[in-house]
Antibody
């Protein structure tokens, strides 16, 4: 079945980097974009960026442009999110999601990974 | 940049009640508005897309309406399993994706 399975929880020091993987199955990886969304404890959802594997394109949100790298490996059907220069404000649950067109200039997230907790603490 | 305003931020209702959540966009977004349900400790799940289209398998007590700037999400008869936080989501060009602030729904 269609699923996204993310890598395990991470505990990081301030100033370090984290890399989260999102292993996909059950669909043609290169036919979709993958977005990344995070959720700080008790807070709402924040879109971070998306990657389009078939085009080898990444669109990070402006807020993260300087420290977010989104990549995708079409040989293994895995998407990656790397966030650098971590601070305590980056402590959150990180989700990958399949990004699908629902009309002209309209997109939704129809399948989500289970989430990866990232804790940034000294 | 399009702003999304979702209300209320929390809501307490009884089983069987009709529940309504609204989402307002700062400019016309046609029907590009999606609704998600997030149960505690779980990832969000898509319930409704394109403002009013129910995802296959989602109970018919859930519905959505609206276009332009004003949108409504309705649960016609609240069930205990509907306890969750609900988010609206809109897509802007560039690309940018915006979520509403969320509505936490509790049973009275």
């Amino acid at each position: 079945q269609v699923q996204l399975v993310q890598s395990g929880a991470e505990v990081k020091k301030p100033g370090s980097s984290v890399r989260v993987s999102c292993k996909t199955s059950g669909f043609i990886f290169s036919s979709y974009a993958i977005s990344w969304v995070r959720q700080a404890p008790g807070q709402g959802l924040e879109w971070m960026g998306r990657s389009i594997p078939v085009l080898d394109i990444a669109n990070p949100a402006q807020k993260f442009q300087d420290r977010l790298t989104l990549t995708a490996d079409t040989s293994t059907n895995i998407a990656y999110m790397e966030l650098t220069s971590l601070t305590s404000q980056d402590t959150a649950m990180y989700y990958c999601a399949r990004d699908v067109s629902c009309g002209a200039d309209c997109y939704l997230f129809d399948i989500w990974g289970q989430g990866t907790v990232v804790i940034v603490s000294s | 940049d399009i702003q999304m305003t979702q209300s209320p931020s929390s809501l307490s209702a009884s089983v069987g009640d009709r529940v309504t959540i609204t989402c307002r966009a700062s400019q016309d977004i046609s029907t590009c508005l999606n609704w998600y349900q997030q149960k505690p400790g779980k990832a969000p799940e898509l319930l409704i897309y394109d403002a009013s289209t129910l995802v296959t398998g989602v109970p018919s007590r859930f519905s959505g309406s609206g276009s332009g700037t004003d949108f409504t999400f309705t649960i016609s008869s609240l069930q205990p399993e509907d306890i969750a936080t609900y988010f609206c989501q809109q897509y802007d060009t560039v690309p940018r994706y915006h979520f509403g602030q969320g509505t936490k729904l509790e049973i009275k």
